[in-house]
């Protein structure tokens, strides 16, 4: 049998990867931060943060894969805060006992605020209508004294929407405008995060008062 011998030089070739500067193949980084980590890492969102805690969102949050979140800055919670009482008691009494001991009403809102799916564009010159992870619905019974279960909560499909979630119209530049694209709450910054997309906006967004004959 014969063996061919290759020239050391091809062997070389052969065997030893050649380095590429950043210039020819540039390095791809990957986000690894969560919503959460996001939140943490910007001071304009500490409010929110801290409303998420009491409500006990904070494991949905970095459960949750690919989703969109329409966050209050601290300007905004602190404006809303003042006209109204769930929301203000809930953030400034650190014994509160509610009857609700599981934040309910305060998780449901918060949910109107998440998407379950992320976007990275948003509509141009026009507006769109996005389905929230806002699932609204009667409670029968009052709320119970009992502890909670533990989280994370997700949202549950059902309620008095006929099983669908409660929608969000969202122009280029603003959120919960209305049919002309008017009103609603200003984007004013955006953050991204491994698990989803946030955008900063200046009004807490609150969910229409007869979610069973609202139309949109």
Wanted: charged share 15%.
């Amino acid at each position: 049998m014969r063996l061919c011998l290759l020239p050391a030089t091809l062997l070389t070739l052969l065997f030893v990867s050649p380095v590429l500067s950043s210039s020819q193949y540039p390095l791809t980084s990957t986000l690894s931060t969560t919503l959460v980590d996001a939140l943490s890492n910007d001071p304009n969102y500490t409010s929110l943060l801290h409303l998420l805690q009491r409500a006990r969102l904070i494991p949905t949050l970095n459960k949750l894969n690919g989703c969109t979140l329409f966050a209050p800055t601290n300007d905004a919670i602190r404006q809303y805060l003042r006209g109204n009482d769930l929301w203000r008691s809930a953030f400034h009494d650190d014994h509160l006992l509610l009857n609700d001991n599981v934040h309910e009403q305060l998780r449901q809102q918060l949910f109107y605020h998440l998407l379950n799916h992320t976007t990275q564009e948003l509509p141009n010159h026009s507006t769109r209508i996005y389905k929230t992870l806002h699932y609204p619905r009667v409670l029968l019974d009052p709320p119970s004294r009992d502890p909670p279960p533990s989280p994370p909560w997700l949202p549950i499909p059902g309620g008095t929407l006929g099983g669908e979630p409660q929608l969000l119209r969202v122009s280029e530049s603003s959120v919960g405008v209305d049919a002309f694209g008017k009103g609603g709450a200003k984007i004013v910054n955006t953050s991204t995060a491994g698990n989803g997309i946030i955008y900063g906006i200046t009004k807490v967004l609150e969910p229409p008062g007869d979610l069973g004959k609202i139309s949109l």
